[in-house]
């Protein structure tokens, strides 16, 4: 008797663990059936707001891309621009300097134009008092630095000179003429009691004419020069 209860207890305990096992495991299948089942109700919620989303504003993606060109597009012509209007600028500012720079240089124009006075230069036969061109004439200033040089005409050369003291120089004769050696001293002043007009007087060259007298000593000379050769030979010999 005391067998058949230990047999039957043992029985109704493997029966209660394993109905106690069967709970259990269909309480785990049951959770995760429903975590999957939320799982898939999430992800279709979402997806169907997401489809309620692009088919509101089909073109949200194209038009956010359409802004981002829109503002590199912007961004590039307002740089050709700012290009464009620095370039006006810069003209005017150019322009303006320019402006300044020629005002400046023709108040240092003028005021060497005012301070310069005029001078004529002449170069005239000393017989006849003619003019006379083809000679090269030279000014230069107390310093001696060359301030003008030409080349004579039969009118007079006229120049601008600053106050000072200057020398006339000729450094070519004109044909038929000797080189006038002398320097021709003038003085500018800018009370205009200087030499307004400078005149250089040339002299004919001289050509001596073959005479019958002067034929005549070329040959005594040529005889005596010939005389002491032979002399001079004829006495070598001997020696």
């Given at each position: 008797?005391?067998?058949?209860l230990k047999y039957m207890f043992v029985f109704f305990s493997i029966l209660v663990l394993?109905?106690?096992?069967?709970?259990?495991?269909?309480?785990?299948?049951?959770?995760?059936?429903?975590?999957?089942?939320?799982?898939?109700?999430?992800?279709?919620?979402?997806?169907?707001?997401?489809?309620?989303?692009?088919?509101?504003?089909?073109?949200?993606?194209?038009?956010?891309?359409?802004?981002?060109?829109?503002?590199?597009?912007?961004?590039?012509?307002?740089?050709?621009?700012?290009?464009?209007?620095?370039?006006?600028?810069?003209?005017?500012?150019?322009?303006?300097?320019?402006?300044?720079?020629?005002?400046?240089?023709?108040?240092?124009?003028?005021?060497?134009?005012?301070?310069k006075f005029e001078v004529s230069c002449l170069l005239q036969d000393k017989d006849n008092?003619?003019?006379?061109?083809?000679?090269?004439?030279?000014?230069?200033?107390?310093?001696?630095?060359?301030?003008?040089?030409?080349?004579?005409?039969?009118?007079?050369?006229?120049?601008?000179?600053?106050?000072?003291?200057?020398?006339?120089?000729?450094?070519?004769?004109p044909t038929g003429y000797m080189l006038q050696n002398e320097k021709i001293e003038f003085?500018?002043?800018?009370?205009?009691?200087?030499?307004?007009?400078?005149?250089?007087?040339?002299?004919?060259?001289?050509?001596?004419?073959?005479?019958?007298?002067?034929?005549?000593?070329?040959?005594?000379?040529?005889?005596?020069?010939?005389?002491?050769?032979?002399?001079?030979?004829?006495?070598?010999?001997?020696?």
């Open positions: 008797m005391n067998k058949v394993v109905n106690t096992v069967n709970v259990y495991a269909y309480d785990q299948n049951k959770t995760v059936t429903l975590v999957k089942n939320d799982t898939t109700v999430k992800r279709k919620i979402e997806s169907t707001e997401t489809k309620k989303e692009e088919s509101k504003n089909p073109y949200a993606d194209v038009k956010e891309e359409n802004k981002e060109q829109n503002k590199e597009e912007n961004k590039e012509e307002s740089k050709e621009e700012n290009k464009e209007q620095n370039k006006e600028e810069n003209k005017e500012e150019s322009k303006e300097e320019n402006k300044e720079e020629n005002k400046e240089e023709n108040k240092e124009e003028n005021k060497n134009t005012d301070s008092k003619e003019n006379i061109d083809g000679a090269v004439l030279i000014v230069k200033d107390e310093t001696g630095k060359e301030v003008a040089r030409w080349t004579t005409t039969k009118e007079a050369y006229k120049l601008k000179l600053n106050s000072g003291k200057y020398t006339l120089e000729e450094a070519t004769a003085l500018v002043n800018s009370d205009k009691t200087g030499d307004s007009e400078v005149t250089m007087f040339n002299t004919r060259a001289v050509n001596v004419p073959i005479t019958d007298a002067s034929v005549s000593l070329y040959t005594i000379g040529l005889g005596i020069v010939g005389l002491f050769i032979g002399v001079y030979k004829l006495r070598k010999s001997f020696i």
